[in-house]
């Protein structure tokens, strides 16, 4: 006996709750292989509505999968934020870059990459908030081989611990990247400093981590500090020329031929001297050439033929 329609679409959707990609197939196989055969009338649109089903499913593990691919790469330099479940990575972009990124007390809020661009000193950072990192993530665990490869690609780590949780765990997080052989500058940062626990547990942190950042997203504290942090890391000078009304962004390092070549590619050619002042002159207004090394505040007058 076939039961009411609706009590079988009631059964159905249950069968269905929570399923998704290849799971929430192969139910959807199964269950059309246990109705009875009807091919018109109530039956008939519920095998309509499970064939529709095989497609949206399949459209939606599609989207899912190409947004997981990586993330295209924005703005000067890229930071990820790593950290364990509901250390507080989304709430810290969030005050970042004033977008609203969900948070939430249970782990596992975030379950994507989310790109956010945060200007600083003229430039701009890319932060990628990206879903929680935990223990034998290298193995997979929490689909983390795809998370370890964009960290792999990325120019710095912002890596965060939740200060009110068990010291133990921030260090197992910490060993899969190790265990992944990950290189890249990282700063370490711990969070929820406003809330009791979090001293004690910082202390004991600081022996293990690093120049340990000690902030809180929800009051603020610290957020300046890190972001010096953040533009120390990057690697990157701010100039500022007469020519152009925001600073030129440049890598650490570069020369003042680097900078004439940034401004305008037929520049180099008119070239005659450059006037500088700040952190890279002897003295304010000193004549250099091509080959002379910028630093970050320096001003600089380009002088070229007409
Ligand atoms: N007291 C306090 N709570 C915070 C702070 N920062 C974040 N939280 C809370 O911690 C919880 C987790 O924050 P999220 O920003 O969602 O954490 P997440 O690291 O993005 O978590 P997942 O996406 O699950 O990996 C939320 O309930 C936040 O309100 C903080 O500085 N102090
Ligand atoms: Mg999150």
């Known amino acids: 006996m076939a039961l009411p329609p609706d009590i079988q679409k009631q059964k159905i959707r249950k069968r269905l709750t929570g399923l998704e990609g290849k799971a929430r197939l192969n139910e959807i196989k199964k269950i059309l292989e246990e109705l009875p055969g009807y091919k018109t009338g109530d039956y008939g649109q519920i095998r309509k509505s499970l ?4 497609e949206t499913t ?6 899912k999968h190409q947004d997981w691919l990586g993330v295209s790469r ?3 330099k890229q930071f990820c934020l790593v950290g364990a479940p509901s250390a507080g990575k989304s709430s ?11 948070t939430a007390e249970y782990d596992f809020t975030t379950l994507k990459p989310i790109p956010a661009v945060v200007k600083l000193n003229g430039a701009q950072i890319q932060i990628v908030d990206l879903p929680g990192l935990i ?5 997979d665990a929490g689909r983390g081989k795809r998370l370890i490869g964009i960290v792999k690609n990325t120019d710095g780590i912002l890596f965060m611990i939740d200060l009110a949780k068990d010291y133990s765990k921030a260090e197992k997080v910490y060993n899969e990247l190790v265990k992944a052989n990950i290189q890249k500058p ?22 293990k981590f690093k120049d340990l950042i000690l902030l809180s997203t929800l009051t603020g504290e610290g957020i300046g500090y890190l972001k010096k942090e953040i533009w120390e890391k990057s ?11 925001e600073p030129m962004i440049l890598k650490k390092g570069s020369s003042v031929e680097d900078l004439v070549k940034k401004i305008h590619k037929n520049l180099l050619e008119k070239f005659k001297t450059a006037i500088i002042s700040g952190p890279s002159a002897k003295f304010s207004n000193q004549r ?10 320096d001003k600089v007058e380009i002088v070229s033929e007409r």
Do not use: W
């Open 51 to 54: 064939m529709k089903e095989i």
């Open 58 to 63: 399949k459209t939606r593990s599609k989207i």
């Open 74 to 76: 924005q703005g000067h």
């Open 92 to 102: 810290l972009l969030s005050k970042l870059s004033g977008m609203k990124i969900k």
């Open 135 to 139: 223990e034998g993530a290298t193995e």
């Open 186 to 207: 990282i700063i370490f940062i711990g969070n929820k400093i406003d809330l009791p626990s979090a001293n004690e547990n910082a202390i004991k942190l600081k022996n």
């Open 235 to 245: 690697n990157l000078i701010r100039v500022y020329t007469e020519k152009t009304d």
């Open 288 to 297: 250099v050439g091509l080959n002379h090394t910028l630093k970050d505040n």
